[in-house]
């Protein structure tokens, strides 16, 4: 595992929160970059989905009516 420096505060003020939620620092550290990257690559895929609807024929009313047409039509099934 890569060794990391972060201030004294920094972390002094991170293991006080770890306490309060009763972590050990170092797993709660694991987590909180754990979160960072899902919300990164998720707004990458955001941004990746919006470039591609600016790039569609269809305007966001005719594709909610096409997407609620297939729902609907699966539920007769």
Aim: aromatic share 6%.
């Amino acid at each position: 595992m890569p060794e990391l420096k972060i201030s004294q505060g920094v972390w002094n003020d991170f293991v006080a929160i770890a306490e309060k939620r009763k972590r050990k620092p170092e797993a709660l550290a694991q987590d909180v970059l754990r979160d960072f990257i899902q919300h990164f690559t998720d707004e990458e895929l955001l941004d990746r989905s919006c470039a591609a609807a600016r790039r569609t024929a269809f305007r966001i009313e005719e594709s909610e009516d096409v997407v609620r047409h297939h729902r609907q039509s699966g539920k007769r099934k």
